[in-house]
Structure formats: C-alpha cells, structure tokens
C-alpha cells in the first residue's frame, strides 16, 4: 500500500531564505507526483506536476526534483516571501487513473 | 474560465443528522473527485466519476455515504446519518480526464456535534 510522507510537519523561516520542502513515498512504481498549495480555508492550488520519466520541473521560483529509485522529492522555494506561507502537499498517482495518494502536507510561515 | 464551484462553504449539524454537499465542477472537465480532509491529513480519495460513472468508490463508507453524478456534470455527496468523525472538510476537484491535472474547489467544511 503506498504511503506518503512529509516532513517536517511545519517550517519557519525568515523572510528571503533558500527551502526544501521534503516528500517520500513507499512505493516507486508511480505515474506523477505533483505538489500543491492550500491557504487557510481554500482549496487546493497546483504548482508543479513531475511525470514519472522527468527529473525535475520548474516555475518561477518554485523547483521540484524526483528521484523514483528512491522514492523521495523535494520542492525548492528560492528567496521565501511572506506570500509564500501556506501549507504544501505532495501527492503520488500511482496508475494514471487519476486517485491521488496526498501526504499529510509541510505548514511553511515566512516571517518578514 | 470559472473553477470548482462548491455549496455551501460551511456546514455545522449534530450527530445522526443527514447534509448534503454540491459540486460544480469547471465546464467540459469529464472526471470529478471528491476528497475528505481531516485537520491536519491530506485529503482522502472519496469517490471518482467518469462522466457519470463511478471509476473508484473502494475508500467510501458506503453504509452512510452517497454520492451521484447526473448528466455527467454537477455532483451531490450526501452523508446520511452523520457521525462525529465525520467532521471534516470535503473537497470537490474536476479534470479533463483521468491523465490531466486536478483543479479543486475551495471545499465544505463540516462540523458534526
């Protein structure tokens, strides 16, 4: 049964700092992993989608890396801003049907 | 282009009670999804429709959970009778299909008492 995982549950930092936000999941035979954002109260925003066959894919300041063999991502935020606070998750599509498998998220606060 | 509409936004209902939540989801997406999220979890696959067939419902407590989709568009999940644990917030996401990216709504938030 697949499990994601992430870690830490919640990060601090000031404002302007370089972050990895860290993802692992059990099972490396998945189709995509994408990471989200929610703000309070929202839904779900997608940031990134990384296909199976990819390395890495790159928004902005946003970069999120897989590495399958492993079973583990990261999604890099350059130069953190306040805006940035949110809570991030990551999710694993393990047979392109679709059903995601969701981490239980990274609360990030950027203080100014 | 319009997003994921959901109605209401909020739900407060004491245990046993039956509630309803609607989903619109964003015109000419053929898949749709319905999630739970418990404070501080990811959401939970509920439900997947294709059009107005059901893909996967295996993670659906069917014995109190129901969910449809007429006409292949807008989606009710309903919860009949509510229990505490039940308390939640429901998130709704449509797709062009299964391969495409999921876009969500904003979600109900459900209070049992």
């Known amino acids: 049964k697949q499990e994601v995982t992430q870690i830490p549950a919640a990060l601090s930092v000031p404002e302007g700092e370089n972050l990895v936000l860290n993802c692992s999941f059990t099972?490396?035979?998945?189709?995509?992993l994408q990471w989200f954002r929610q703000d309070p109260g929202k839904g779900l925003t997608s940031l990134l989608l990384i296909q199976s066959s990819q390395r890495e894919q790159t928004s902005g300041r946003l970069n999120a890396s897989l590495d399958k063999s492993s079973g583990r991502s990261t999604l890099y935020i350059a130069a953190s801003q306040p805006g940035d606070s949110a809570t991030y998750l990551c999710?694993?599509?393990?047979?392109?049907?679709?059903?995601?498998?969701f981490g239980q998220g990274t609360e990030l606060s950027v203080k100014p | 282009e319009a997003g994921v509409a959901q109605s209401p936004r909020y739900k407060i209902i004491e245990k046993r009670q039956s509630v309803a939540f609607w989903c619109n989801p964003i015109s000419g997406h053929a898949t749709l999804y319905w999630y739970q999220q418990i404070l501080g979890q990811g959401p939970k696959l509920l439900i997947q429709?294709?059009?107005?067939?059901?893909?996967?419902d295996s993670q659906l407590p069917k014995d109190r959970f129901s969910a449809e989709r007429l006409k292949g568009v807008d989606s009710t999940l309903k919860i009949q009778p509510a229990k505490l644990e039940d308390s939640a917030v429901y998130l709704c996401a449509s797709s062009l299909g299964a391969i495409n990216g999921q876009y969500f709504g904003p979600g109900t938030r459900l209070t049992v008492t």
């Open positions: 099972d490396s035979a998945i189709y995509n």
């Open positions: 429709f294709q059009n107005n067939g059901v893909v996967d």
């Open positions: 999710a694993v599509d393990e047979n392109q049907g679709g059903k995601l498998i």
